[in-house]
């Protein structure tokens, strides 16, 4: 007979009587009883498993057996409330706390019954852990059917969310790619085997390749990243941190490597968790060492993401718990007391690696006897490490192999023989990069060191204005010659490489072991104070060049992503040599950049900048605050608003109208402003600002807002016009990124006149320029309204399509809003398909991030039909109405009629007058129906607003239905007094 003892790492097969997606619920049996019973109600009522461990038969150790159904399960679903459990005689803490303990890497939902007045200590310090780990759902209730209700909407969200992919919607493989190795390794197929091989298991997620500099990490995890990325169904992405010294920034940096663009609120963690967490991906980081305070928040992404692996390089472990660390040696070196022949010298690693870089220095060259002790030679000097060989067989186009290593023993004692200690090899990697620096001519050591000063790489044009001396030509682009030629020494000795990125204009960088010693060079010449001014000089001149209302083409997508370390690096420079006035314009010029993804770093630098200088009215203080208003304008919209003012009132005192038009345009996004006179008023006036300086990008921005005023208040025409203008004047100047978002807001138009046609095909090019350029917000808006277009078409399997990539995509970057904007178009594909009971859950999950947000307009939604929590529940009503209830169903209509009418938009009081109308159909009171639905269609005609679809077979349904209720003269006699009904009057009656 088989034990009933399972080792520690095996887990019994237990088969539920499917292959459903399977729900594990935690709760101890002293209490909870009824909710319980509720949780599986409501599970199997979306046809899903419920798994309770102790349902089962028991031939396995009750621990063992909750494990293995644990294991099994898709999600977790915990029940608390005052009991902690039973702890066993072998446990240090209950089952109940064991199994969230083990329950990590699956999708969580957690629910607290309150009150609970006898809470036991030990449950509660489990809650409080729960919360401080943010990892999962967190709700309370106080009754069996209120838990019934939340868990059955929280799974129906979490299956459409997280269960996408799995139901055929390909995942956008936008990673960042590996660079492609420069040649085959070589001698390290001993270690790549072994890298490989621990990649591949399961138990290991924390792979740390160490070692010092120049021993060849990064190579290694690049040709290993091609290796086994086939057995990484999400591929492999590679994020290099060589330009990163704040470790607050890894994070940050990693999430934006993925186009990962965290909510206010959101963490680039939590981003990270959000996207990683279902993905079945290698991911290697790159020079870690200089940035270990960020291992932890590493492991904590690690932890929570169960098909993530990671390959890191750093010259020291992160010391995280789980972490396999692989020490790379250097190149094994020839026995000095018994050289083997030419043909197995030439074998021997260290040796060969020298060999094969003396040729690529001079082809022509050679291992032979009269060079051979002397190659021997250099290779023990040199530790065998790699990159010590590569910089000293690069001289070898110059001198021969004796001449070599006589400059070598003049420059540096001979290493002992023996053990090589990891403090010697990093001395040996200095001392060689130093030799190297020395058979510089002055010049050359001069321009190399001051190098040091680019964070990230630097172009051909920076190089010469930052660097260049007297010598070499004035400081500027006009003659980069002397540069050129300088450069070219660099790289053929390997002391600067070109960076392998796709841009227009070649890029430089040094490895990170080069750049340490350039620094230390440059801080012991006396220049760096001086090189810092110029560095800083060169960045705030890019900066100031940057307009505000536009992100400019020189400054979209790569060439900003490849400077963002340089600018960092000013902005941190300004700020320690207190130089407010050059960081504040910094900022300026980083407010586009943050807007298009990265807005907690721009929040938290730009708070920083502003507060060093509060009372400060220079030019650079109002461009900051334009910047910040602009970060803060998708999602906090009065604070925007506060900026923005702060910044007309100092442009208008240094009379700089431009700058003053821009400052404009963000209080017109204001959704507080809601006098349409005012915002014509302030569009007006940027408008002939721009024109008197023939700023042609600034005109056109002014009628995109406009578009979107039109929108906003339901004024087609104005939308249509403005909209025409601005989308040919975005053509005539080839801003791609303007005609993108054009377009999609005249697909808006046209949707809202019912012409479908013709948005599908104006979303359609706006999409596909989108993907094209990489233009993510505007991508992030077309998708869903694509989704809706196919739903109104008829084309559901489409429409489906297109809003689980849509979900996938909001999901992936982060963006709570969009996903709940994904989640109306669901809910309406749902009603169009007759599942009002889905279609309500969706709407609600709509609704939820909307209030938790307290998102109901701004610049994001500008372009939607009304205030999101508005249209919202307007929504929800007709579901419950198409359930029977009615009384709820004529709640949402109401409070979205009272947020509609606070926000002024027409379109959206016309729609939930039109929700009130059908309820007051389905009650009996026909008449009324009639009255409403008059007074809904004086409005649209008075605003230009045509009844389209989905409104309009709501509006015939509920026409039909009270005109067969009170007759065709009665109906048409309450349907004309409706139309006499000024808005004060139709409120009124709306609230009968």
Not at 731 to 759: F, K, N, P, Q, S
Not at 835 to 848: G, M, S
Request: glycine share 8%; aromatic share 6%.
């Amino acid at each position: 007979m088989a034990s009933s003892t399972l080792g520690p790492d095996e887990h019994p097969t237990i088969r539920t009587p499917d292959q459903r997606v399977r729900v594990f619920i935690s709760s101890t049996l002293e209490e909870l009883a009824p909710e319980r019973k509720a949780a599986r109600e409501a599970i199997a009522d979306l046809h899903l498993t419920p798994v309770f461990f102790e349902a089962g038969a028991r031939p396995y150790p009750p621990r063992e057996l909750y494990r293995a159904y644990l294991a099994q399960s898709d999600v977790f679903v915990g029940l608390y409330w005052q009991r902690y459990g039973w702890v066993a005689p072998s446990m240090e803490i209950s089952g109940l706390e064991d199994e969230y303990r083990l329950s990590g890497g699956k999708h969580r939902l957690i629910y607290i019954k309150s009150p609970a007045p006898d809470r036991d200590p030990g449950l509660d310090a489990l809650l409080d852990r729960i919360r401080a780990e943010d990892v999962a759902s967190y709700k309370e209730f106080n009754t069996p059917g209120e838990l019934r209700e939340l868990l059955a909407n929280d799974l129906a969200v979490l299956l459409t969310e997280r269960f996408t992919q799995a139901q055929g919607t390909p995942h956008p493989k936008t990673s960042p790619p590996v660079p492609v190795p420069r040649g085959p390794l070589v001698d390290r197929e001993q270690e790549r085997s072994r890298i490989k091989e621990l990649l591949l298991r399961e138990d290991v997620g924390l792979l740390t390749v160490t070692g010092p500099g120049g021993v060849g990490k990064t190579r290694v995890a690049e040709h290993v990243a091609g290796d086994v990325g086939a057995e990484f169904s999400d591929g492999v992405a590679f994020v290099p941190l060589s330009g990163l010294r704040d470790a607050h920034l890894v994070m940050p940096t990693i999430a934006q490597a993925f186009h990962l663009s965290p909510e206010p609120g959101q963490s680039a963690v939590e981003s990270l968790v959000q996207y990683l967490q279902h993905l079945r991906l290698l991911l290697v980081i790159d020079n870690f060492e200089h940035v270990l305070a960020a291992a932890r928040e590493v492991a904590q992404v690690l932890a929570v993401s169960p098909g993530l692996t990671i390959l890191a390089t750093s010259r020291e472990p992160l010391r995280v718990r789980g972490e396999h660390v692989e020490p790379m040696l250097p190149l094994a070196l020839p026995d000095p007391t018994h050289l083997p022949d030419l043909r197995w010298l030439g074998q021997v690693p260290a040796v060969a690696l020298f060999v094969e870089r003396a040729r690529e220095a001079r082809p022509a060259f050679a291992l032979t006897a009269q060079n051979a002790d002397a190659v021997d030679e250099i290779c023990h000097r040199l530790d065998g490490l790699p990159l010590a060989l590569e910089l000293t067989a690069a001289v070898l186009s110059v001198l021969t192999p004796d001449a070599l290593l006589t400059r070598l023993e003049q420059h540096l004692p001979l290493p002992a023989r023996g053990a090589r200690d990891l403090p010697e090899r990093h001395q040996t990697m200095r001392n060689t990069i130093a030799w190297s620096y020395d058979l510089l001519g002055s010049a050359e050591q001069r321009f190399f060191r001051r190098l040091a000063v680019f964070a990230g790489g630097f172009t051909l044009d920076a190089a010469q204005i930052v660097c260049a001396d007297a010598d070499m030509g004035p400081a500027g682009p006009a003659d980069d010659t002397a540069v050129l030629e300088r450069l070219a020494l660099l790289l053929d000795k390997s002391l600067v490489q070109v960076q392998p990125e796709a841009s227009a204009e070649p890029r430089f960088t040094m490895l990170e072991t080069i750049r340490e010693y350039a620094e230390e060079q440059l801080a012991a010449s006396g220049e760096e104070a001086d090189l810092r001014r110029r560095h800083l000089a060169y960045f705030l001149a890019k900066a100031d060049a940057v307009p505000l209302t536009h992100p400019p083409d020189q400054w979209k997508g790569m060439h900003i992503e490849q400077e963002r370390h340089n600018l960092r690096q000013a902005l941190d420079w300004a700020l320690e040599d207190e130089d407010p006035d050059s960081a504040l314009g910094l900022c300026g010029c980083l407010g586009w950049y943050w807007f298009l993804g990265n807005q907690d770093e721009g929040r938290r630098r730009l708070r920083q900048v502003l507060d060093v200088a509060p009372t400060s009215r220079i030019r650079h203080r109002a461009r900051a605050l334009i910047a910040y208003g602009l970060v803060l304008a998708w999602h906090q919209g009065d604070e925007s608003a506060r900026a923005a003012r702060e910044a007309l009132s100092i442009f208008e005192e240094i009379r700089d109208s431009p700058g003053a038009a821009a400052a404009k345009l963000l209080i017109v996004l204001d959704p507080n402003e809601q006098d349409e006179r005012s915002q014509e008023r302030l569009l007006v006036e940027a408008e002939s600002a721009f024109r008197a300086v023939d700023d042609r990008v600034g005109e056109a921005t002014v009628w995109q807002l406009r578009t979107e005023l039109g929108l906003h208040i339901g004024n087609l025409e104005l939308a249509s016009s403005a909209g025409t203008m601005a989308l040919n004047r975005f053509r005539e100047l080839g801003d791609i990124w303007g005609v993108a978002g054009m377009l999609g807001d005249l697909a808006e138009t046209a949707r809202r006149r019912g012409d479908y046609r013709a948005a599908l095909e104006m979303c359609e090019e706006s999409l596909a320029l989108a993907r094209t350029h990489g233009i993510r917000y505007v991508e992030q808006e077309e998708l869903p309204r694509l989704g809706d277009l196919f739903t109104l078409l008829g084309e559901f399997d489409r429409a489906a399509k297109l809003h689980g990539e849509s979900l996938d995509l909001a999901n992936r970057i982060g963006d709570r809003v969009g996903a709940a904007h994904v989640y109306e178009g669901m809910g309406l594909l749902a009603r169009r398909r007759g599942d009002p009971a889905l279609a309500a859950r969706y709407h609600r999950q709509a609704l939820t991030v909307y209030r938790e947000l307290g998102h109901r307009t701004g610049i994001r939604v500008r372009a939607l039909p009304g205030p999101v929590q508005a249209l919202s529940l307007s929504n929800l009503g007709y579901c419950y109405e198409m359930l029977g209830d009615l009384a709820e169903a004529e709640r949402c209509h109401r409070e979205a009629l009272a947020l509609a009418r606070e926000h002024g938009e027409a379109l959206s009081v016309v729609l939930c007058i039109d929700g009130l109308a059908s309820v007051a159909a389905a009650s009996g009171q026909a008449e009324r129906a009639a009255r409403l639905l008059g007074s809904a269609a004086a409005i649209r005609s008075r605003s230009g607003t045509p009844l389209v679809q989905p409104e309009r077979a709501d509006v015939e349904r509920v026409t039909a239905a009270a005109r067969r209720s009170l007759g065709g003269r009665a109906f048409d006699r309450a349907y004309r007094q409706g139309q006499t009904l000024d808005l004060e009057s139709t409120m009124k009656e709306a609230e009968l």
